[in-house]
């Protein structure tokens, strides 16, 4: 039985051998798709002399923004409220706490697939009272396709890529080596924020119904790179 030595330990050489060489490349990708669902944030407010004159219109308010939203049925993939807050405004002169007023917040999100509907729906959320609507912020699904897609051509890039210096030497690749996502072996990044706000509006319940927004969907980038390292057939130099 032979005694392991150090050189028996050592990892092997990343850079291959003279009878096989190696190529190390990047692939990437860049696709401009266009979004699959829009989120837009409700912001419900009230204001009262007492605490529960502010909790009840609060109340009537989110049940009226709640109804409305849930009237355009599938169009709405997901919908859930977020902070209730009901805070206090005491008086600015005068002594001990004295309330002036109370302000009640029900903040709401809802999340859409049909943007036909997102424009008419974000208008008349806008015109209930004291009632904010920000958004829409565009995205892709987790599962979308465009991420596949993304991430297909970025090892058909590396692919393609190292057959190119191949051939610049007069040969050829002979395996596959290695192939990992950029970062793979390190933390995960911290995720991204969603699409940029594109429109805003606070106002209080109009007597006509306001026109619908019409809101173009903002095209979503997305990134996909490997490194790969290939072997390939030793050339004539």
Do not use: C
């Not at 009878?19 to 860049?30: N, Y």
């Not at 903040?107 to 009272?129: I, V």
């Not at 026109?211 to 095209?219: H, I, K, N, S, T």
């Amino acid at each position: 039985m032979t005694t392991p030595t150090a050189d028996d330990h050592r990892p092997a050489v990343p850079y291959g051998t003279p009878d096989a060489p190696r190529i190390a490349v990047r692939g990437e990708a860049r696709l401009e798709v266009d979004p699959e669902i829009a989120r837009i944030g409700i912001s419900v407010a009230s204001r009262g002399k007492d605490r529960r004159t502010a909790l009840d219109d609060l109340t009537r308010r989110n049940a009226a923004a709640l109804e409305l939203i849930k009237s355009y049925g599938d169009a709405v993939e997901h919908l859930e409220t977020g902070a209730f807050s009901i805070s206090p405004e005491l008086k600015e002169k005068g002594r001990g706490e004295r309330v002036h007023a109370y302000h009640g917040r029900v903040h709401l999100t809802a999340e859409l697939a049909d943007f036909t509907a997102l424009g008419e729906l974000t208008t008349r959320l806008a015109d209930l009272d004291l009632t904010r609507v920000d958004g829409p912020w565009w995205a892709l699904r987790p599962d979308s396709p465009a991420h596949r897609q993304a991430r297909q051509q970025a090892v058909k890039e590396a692919v393609q890529r190292a057959g190119e210096y191949a051939e610049a030497l007069g040969t050829t690749l002979s395996a596959l080596v290695e192939l990992a996502d950029i970062g793979a072996e390190e933390a995960p990044p911290r995720p991204q924020a969603p699409g940029r706000m594109r429109s805003m509006a606070y106002g209080a319940a109009a007597e006509d119904t306001a026109a619908p927004l019409d809101l173009e969907p903002q095209r979503q980038k997305i990134y996909a790179a490997v490194n790969a390292r290939f072997t390939m057939v030793p050339p004539r130099l």
